[in-house]
């Protein structure tokens, strides 16, 4: 049996330990909520950037088809933090209406840093041909359209050829 001296300081290491442990799940807790992974996405690039791809694809089918709330869900809380849905709903219903004038060209390789990543998506419609480079986070377990407002597609720009 050991002395009570030693006990007390076997009792304040493991306090000491689970303080560790404690601190460091809060701090995971902390980032989770603050909508950023706590570790960047560990697949390979060409899975990730495959991710990419599909999330960019999967949000431009939902903007061109009307479906909103789709969309919606494919933002990062902060986007969705800094616009109100209503608007957001607004944009879609006038883009479903050019919906199915509009063909996704190409989408690009996207250029991956840790848990931000950018892509290019070439699109046409009718005979302008635009590009736009979308910005996506890697947050809650899967890539997410990050502030696509900047990105929301113009279809009366200038035609480029």
Same mark, same amino acid.
Not at 28 to 52: D, E, R, Y
């Given at each position: 049996?050991?002395?009570?001296?030693?006990?007390?300081?076997?009792?304040?290491?493991?306090?000491?330990?689970?303080?560790?442990?404690?601190?460091?799940? /809060?701090?995971? #807790?902390?980032?989770?909520?603050? +909508?950023? %992974?706590?570790?960047?996405?560990?697949?390979?690039?060409?899975?990730?950037?495959?991710?990419?791809?599909?999330?960019? /694809?999967?949000? #431009?089918?939902?903007?061109?088809? +009307?479906? %909103?709330?789709?969309?919606?869900?494919?933002?990062?809380?902060?986007?969705?933090?800094g616009e109100s849905f209503d608007d957001f709903m607004e944009a879609v219903q006038v883009a479903a209406t050019l919906g199915n004038r509009i063909t996704i060209e190409r989408i690009g390789v996207p250029k991956i840093e840790g848990n931000h990543a950018t892509v290019d998506v070439t699109q046409r419609l009718d005979d302008r041909v635009s590009t736009y480079t979308f910005t996506l986070i890697y947050e809650k377990g899967q890539w997410k359209i990050h502030n696509p407002r900047l990105f929301a597609p113009n279809p009366l720009a200038t035609p480029s050829r």
């Open positions: 049996m050991k002395p009570p001296t030693c006990r007390r300081q076997s009792m304040l290491v493991a306090l000491f330990a689970l303080a560790l442990v404690l601190s460091s799940c /809060r701090l995971n #807790l902390h980032l989770f909520s603050q +909508g950023q %992974a706590a570790t960047p996405p560990t697949a390979t690039v060409s899975a990730q950037s495959k991710a990419i791809q599909d999330t960019v /694809r999967r949000y #431009l089918d939902a903007i061109y088809h +009307g479906r %909103a709330g789709e969309a919606w869900l494919m933002h990062s809380d902060e986007t969705n933090l």
